[in-house]
């Protein structure tokens, strides 16, 4: 029956510690799933107010008033925007591209001033946006300007970089430099 079955004599001693050392390692990843949970709670709890209050703020800029409320889910981040002609919260993803693009930008920003550190000396002072207006129309285009080169972002970030194929862009900015097959062609810097 020994052979039938494969039999061998467990070395209890060996035995015990493999156990002992699965309980502890059992312990370690209880342990730390606590601590991301408990951080994750902490940060949501800390920095979503904020970065829906941010969305408020700038969401009609962006939107020329259009927009105003904003809720964002704390558990799968989906953001509900108010929608006045249905008189209730509507998920992003119903709106056009265009808004939906909107929405996001707002989102990415206002996460952004979320989580400055509050001392101003300590936060970064810089942002950079990857092409934020290539969906956006002439209004929505203003809109995002005056927030970056006049608005809060502009308050708080004293260097904005925007990487854009739109050319007119330049004119907005004191500062720029043109791209071409990875050199510069042309800049623009003033002290």
Same mark, same amino acid.
């Given at each position: 029956?020994?052979?039938?079955?494969?039999?061998?004599?467990?070395?209890?001693?060996?035995?015990?510690?493999?156990?002992?050392?699965?309980?502890?390692?059992?312990?370690?990843?209880? $342990?730390?799933?606590?601590?991301?949970?408990?951080?994750?709670?902490?940060?949501?709890?800390?920095?979503?107010?904020?970065?829906?209050?941010?969305?408020?703020?700038?969401?009609? #800029?962006?939107?020329? @008033?259009? $927009?105003?409320?904003?809720?964002?889910?704390?558990?799968?981040?989906?953001?509900?925007? $108010?929608?006045?002609?249905?008189?209730?919260?509507?998920?992003?993803?119903?709106?056009? @591209?265009?808004?939906?693009?909107?929405?996001?930008?707002?989102?990415?920003?206002?996460?952004?001033?979320?989580?400055?550190?509050?001392?101003? @000396?300590?936060?970064?002072?810089?942002?950079?946006?990857?092409?934020?207006?290539?969906?956006?129309?002439?209004?929505?285009?203003?809109?995002?300007?005056?927030?970056?080169?006049?608005?809060?972002?502009?308050?708080?970030?004293?260097?904005?970089?925007?990487?854009?194929?739109?050319?007119?862009?330049?004119?907005?900015?004191?500062?720029?430099?043109?791209?071409?097959?990875?050199? #510069?062609?042309?800049?623009?810097?003033?002290?």
């Amino acid at each position: 029956l020994e052979e039938e079955i494969n039999y061998e004599e467990i070395d209890v001693d060996s035995a015990e510690e493999e156990l002992k050392t699965a309980e502890e390692k059992k312990l370690e990843t209880e $342990y730390s799933e606590k601590i991301v949970s408990t951080a994750k709670h902490n940060i949501m709890d800390q920095i979503l107010p904020k970065t829906e209050s941010n969305m408020a703020r700038f969401l009609p #800029i962006l939107t020329n @008033g259009k $927009y105003k409320d904003v809720s964002i889910d704390q558990e799968s981040f989906d953001v509900k925007v $108010y929608d006045s002609k249905a008189d209730e919260l509507k998920n992003k993803s119903v709106f056009s @591209g265009g808004t939906r693009d909107q929405f996001s930008l707002a989102r990415r920003l206002s996460f952004g001033m979320a989580t400055l550190p509050q001392e101003r @000396g300590r936060a970064p002072d810089f942002l950079f946006l990857d092409e934020p207006i290539g969906a956006f129309d002439q209004t929505r285009k203003e809109s995002l300007m005056e927030l970056l080169t006049r608005g809060e972002i502009a308050e708080n970030f004293s260097q904005i970089f925007v990487i854009s194929h739109i050319d007119d862009l330049k004119k907005e900015f004191d500062q720029h430099i043109k791209m071409e097959d990875g050199g #510069i062609e042309q800049k623009k810097l003033e002290a």
